[in-house]
């Protein structure tokens, strides 16, 4: 299931700013670049926008994340605030909760082999979710993270139906007290934001932070186009696999370890 | 065609509701007083009067800086400004959105301008993330 990921440019003009300029473009994998970008991640300036300096990512090694354990899922909801940290979803059926990331078992019928890994929004260079968003709503930053400015969301959820990966979850009911730096509201749509505010604090996400405190080290985040960062270092040595990986999506999110 | 029935009745309605026009003038919304000065000169992040007229472009400005650009300045950030104007009751309590007590609402109701941040911000001073340790 590994397979380069191409930069096909003719493919889509979606994407005005291409991913890493036309050099690296041409030279097919995207991942592992390093040859336009000489700075290294450091901390931005609150008052400088990100940029495609950056493509932030995430690597998660299904050998090391333990069955059972809950811990990102658990970080998540604590920093952004929904599923059992804030209660105001009383009315909603379980199915119609929030999720921003979930804990996925995987099982071999055949061998009965069982797995269990996170699975979250993957943040996609080429976003199905951005391409049907009718408001622009659903946009991917500078450097690659995918968000929905619910100030423009108008809770149409194509989008949902559109993610391969079932990232996103709408807002059915009114919303209390929710983090200062993870608005939430009735009517709009929401997945994880590989916690921007941190990241645009020079800071890692809860979950990654939350499953490195457990002692499990299953989870590298970092600058995708950095080639001396370790999530750049590790791919570069043992590869990852995207999830749907035939769907050509140069995913963000990358895995280690699913057989 | 106005039926005498409507002409007196809409008149009795002006005649009994001038009084609380005439009165309007005196009935200026109670404002909380703000926590801190941001700047000893202008008081707030702006002079008052700039800020009392033209908040909400300076907050739709922020909010696309921030959430399209990543761009987290503290001037015209909604979060700061509800950091430092909404302050607690006596019961140390703060007021929420929409009561007379609550720095936007003050005026809002007064001004019956509705706004729909709050649908999605906090209306309170809540604590700050904790950010995580470097970048890998
Ligand atoms: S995983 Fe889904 S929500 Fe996330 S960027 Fe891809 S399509 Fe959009
Ligand atoms: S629900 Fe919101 S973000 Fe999703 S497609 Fe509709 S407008 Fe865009």
């Known amino acids: 299931m590994t397979q380069p990921v191409n930069t096909n440019e003719t493919k889509t003009d979606l994407y005005r700013r291409q991913f890493l300029g036309k050099t690296a473009a041409a030279a097919g994998f995207a991942l592992a670049p390093g040859m336009l970008l000489t700075e290294i991640a450091h901390a931005k300036p609150a008052d400088e926008a990100v940029s495609t300096k950056n493509r932030w990512g995430l690597l998660i090694n299904t050998n090391k994340c333990a069955s059972g354990c809950t811990a990102c899922v658990t970080a998540c909801q604590v920093e952004n605030g929904w599923g059992e940290i804030n209660k105001s979803e009383e009315l909603s059926r379980a199915s119609q909760k929030a999720v921003w990331i979930r804990k996925v078992k995987l099982k071999d019928k055949q061998t009965g082999h069982v797995q269990s890994l996170p699975l979250l929004c993957q943040h996609c260079e080429k976003p199905p979710c951005v391409d049907v968003c009718p408001t622009g709503a659903s946009f991917k930053r500078e450097d690659g993270i995918v968000l929905v400015d619910k100030h423009i969301c108008i809770g149409c959820r194509y989008c949902m139906m559109a993610c391969?990966?079932?990232?996103?979850?709408?807002?059915?009911?009114?919303?209390?007290?929710?983090?200062?730096?993870?608005?939430?509201?009735?009517?709009?749509?929401?997945?994880?934001?590989?916690?921007?505010?941190?990241?645009?604090?020079?800071?890692?996400?809860?979950?990654?932070?939350?499953?490195?405190?457990?002692?499990?080290?299953?989870?590298?985040?970092?600058?995708?186009?950095?080639?001396?960062?370790?999530?750049?270092?590790?791919?570069?040595?043992?590869?990852?696999?995207?999830l749907r990986a035939d769907l050509d999506l140069n995913t963000g999110v990358r895995y280690q370890g699913i057989k | 065609m106005l039926s005498h029935k409507t002409i007196i009745s809409t008149l009795l309605s002006i005649l009994l509701f001038l009084p609380v026009f005439a009165q309007a003038d005196n009935l200026m919304p109670t404002v909380p007083k703000a926590k801190a000065k941001?700047?000893?000169?202008?008081?707030?992040?702006?002079?008052?009067?700039?800020?009392?007229?033209?908040?909400?472009?300076?907050?739709?400005?922020?909010?696309?800086?921030?959430?399209?650009?990543?761009?987290?300045?503290?001037?015209?950030?909604?979060?700061?400004?509800?950091?430092?104007?909404?302050?607690?009751?006596?019961?140390?309590?703060?007021?929420?959105?929409?009561?007379?007590?609550?720095?936007?609402?003050?005026?809002?109701?007064?001004?019956?301008?509705?706004?729909?941040?709050?649908?999605?911000?906090?209306?309170?001073?809540?604590?700050?993330?904790?950010?995580?340790?470097?970048?890998?």
């Not at chain 1, 490195?212 to 985040?221: L, S, T, V, W």
């Not at chain 2, 987290?72 to 700061?80: H, I, Y």
Request: net charge neutral; aromatic share 6%; charged share 30%.
């Open chain 2, 38 to 136: 941001a700047n000893p000169e202008t008081l707030c992040v702006r002079d008052v009067k700039v800020m009392r007229t033209n908040h909400m472009e300076f907050l739709m400005h922020q909010r696309d800086e921030t959430m399209r650009k990543g761009i987290r300045t503290k001037k015209d950030s909604l979060a700061e400004c509800i950091t430092c104007h909404v302050s607690k009751d006596d019961e140390g309590k703060f007021a929420s959105y929409g009561d007379d007590e609550h720095f936007c609402s003050s005026c809002h109701n007064y001004a019956a301008v509705k706004i729909d941040c709050f649908d999605c911000h906090n209306d309170k001073p809540t604590a700050a993330s904790k950010t995580g340790s470097t970048v890998k």
């Open chain 1, 164 to 242: 391969p990966y079932k990232a996103r979850s709408f807002i059915h009911e009114t919303i209390k007290n929710q983090k200062v730096h993870a608005p939430r509201g009735k009517g709009t749509v929401e997945s994880c934001t590989m916690c921007a505010h941190r990241v645009d604090n020079d800071g890692i996400p809860a979950c990654v932070e939350a499953c490195n405190a457990e002692g499990h080290q299953a989870m590298y985040f970092g600058d995708l186009k950095d080639s001396n960062s370790v999530i750049s270092k590790e791919l570069a040595k043992n590869g990852g696999q995207q």
